[in-house]
């Protein structure tokens, strides 16, 4: 093909895609609303295209570039001379490494355990799953938050690790940093704070309880350049309070013929390029550019929270805290209105809001099932056409009734196949050929709350499967 008709193809592509620009999409992207930052981090990518992150001794612009982004993020951080760090390939890479590293250096009898909130993000379960850590998760309250007092209970020996988060992203509450970092400290626990999604953003927020490395006993902290760093993704920094600690997060080996492999995070060749660009928008905003951005997210959110609860028969959850907040229905209204179906009716009117499933705890009570708002800096010049969509779809699915449950299935082997867990999608309407998604989530979002999660989770798998599979 000629390279004009590939970039052709390449537009017609992107143009099915949801929007990454213009503040429609209010979940997965990060709009600054300036163009000339997304102007200088593709330039400075461009800069480093070929160039390999594996080895800052040989492209040393990787060294000098990694150093001040990490020196930044510390400051901003709260972080002394101690404090060292790394840049990564996203959040889910910052959590795994803190995991990694808080088993290497944990000490304990039997199998370690992974104690968090259930609120904690998805990236520690797979961090318990590859490292082999027990994952232990404690119930949260109606409103998101977690008592401390119910996370140190469950402190012991073969603790090792206590995550907390800045806030969650279910709910965006605020976990108590403080006391659970102390009381770790005390047990010779390590306590990992995520704020891969606040970390850029509650500095400059008001009101904020103290979560960052100013707190004693937090023995290291991850934050995404990709979310409120508005870099391009992926980019994310892990801070680890002193160097023997954080020299416990690396591979090393020179134990084969080849070049020896030292490497602080888990990707070996890497792209220089998301690093470049997280480097340019760090220096060219600064503390003070990123602190209006963040009163631009702060009045945006304040405004949809009020009008998200002047809307009859829906509430905002609990009390959130940063550019983030959850909606479901209200119980104590006359006309309740489904948060799913809500969302998927904003999309009729060109606004991405991002469905959450409800959830029964260990402990019985039921998490209701939501929907996700993150509010970015571009949200306000937008800001008139959002509130109309969120007013005009409440009531166009005004008593509608959340979707049926699952019905009873076939008998079902231990372990689905492909073709089977197929056809059990397309049995219950969801699936049709290969890369089409359902029209409405609203079903979909049913069947994840309803079903064994197992079961679920196999589903899913093979419906993202499908989905990324070549076409005939």
Not at 147 to 152: N, R
Not at 337 to 366: E, K, M, N, Y
Not at 367 to 377: E, N, R, S, V, W
């Amino acid at each position: 093909m000629k390279h004009d008709d590939i970039l052709a193809r390449l537009d017609a592509l992107r143009a099915a895609d949801a929007p990454t620009h213009g503040g429609h999409v209010l979940s997965y992207v990060y709009d600054s609303g300036l163009a000339e930052l997304d102007e200088l981090a593709a330039s400075a990518m461009q800069r480093v295209q070929p160039v390999n992150g594996l080895d800052p001794t040989t492209f040393t612009s990787v060294a000098v570039m990694e150093g001040e982004v990490v020196g930044f993020m510390r400051d901003l951080l709260g972080g002394d001379e101690n404090v060292v760090g790394s840049v990564t390939t996203g959040g889910t890479e910052s959590c795994l490494l803190a995991v990694k590293t808080a088993r290497d250096v944990w000490r304990g009898p039997g199998k370690p355990r992974l104690l968090a909130p259930i609120t904690v993000h998805a990236a520690f379960h797979k961090a318990a799953h590859y490292f082999g850590l027990t994952l232990d998760l404690v119930p949260v309250d109606q409103d998101g938050r977690v008592s401390a007092g119910a996370l140190i209970e469950r402190m012991g020996p073969d603790v090792a690790i206590v995550v907390v988060s800045a806030p969650s992203y279910p709910f965006a509450s605020i976990d108590p940093v403080a006391e659970v970092a102390a009381a770790a400290a005390e047990r010779g626990i390590s306590c990992h704070v995520d704020a891969c999604i606040g970390g850029l953003v509650l500095p400059f927020w008001e009101g904020v309880e103290p979560w960052d490395l100013r707190v004693p006993g937090v023995t290291s902290i991850s934050a995404d350049l990709h979310k409120f760093g508005y870099a391009p993704k992926g980019v994310s920094v892990l801070l680890q309070r002193g160097r023997d600690r954080q020299r416990a997060q690396f591979f090393a080996t020179t134990r084969w013929p080849g070049y020896p492999v030292i490497n602080p995070t888990i990707l070996g060749s890497k792209s220089a390029g998301p690093l470049a660009a997280a480097w340019a928008i760090t220096q060219a905003l600064g503390t003070s550019g990123y602190a209006e951005l963040a009163a631009s997210c702060a009045r945006s959110t304040a405004a949809l929270i009020d009008l998200v609860g002047s809307i009859d028969g829906l509430r905002v959850v609990g009390s959130p805290v940063g550019p983030l907040f959850a909606v479901a229905a209200d119980p104590d209204s006359s006309s309740p209105i489904d948060p799913h179906h809500w969302a998927d009716q904003v999309r009729q009117h060109g606004f991405f809001i991002q469905q959450q499933p409800g959830l029964t705890q260990a402990d019985g009570s039921h998490l209701p099932h939501t929907t996700h708002l993150t509010i970015t800096p571009v949200t306000a010049s937008v800001l008139d056409e959002v509130t109309s969509a969120l007013i005009t779809a409440a009531e166009e699915v005004r008593g509608w009734s959340q979707v049926a449950a699952a019905g009873a299935l076939p008998p079902l082997p231990a372990s689905l196949d492909s073709e089977t867990a197929w056809g059990l999608l397309q049995g219950l309407g969801i699936g049709g050929g290969p890369g089409e998604l359902p029209e409405r989530m609203a079903p979909l979002l049913a069947m994840i709350e309803t079903l064994p999660a197992p079961l679920v989770e196999r589903l899913l798998t093979e419906l993202i499967g499908r989905v990324v599979e070549p076409r005939a």
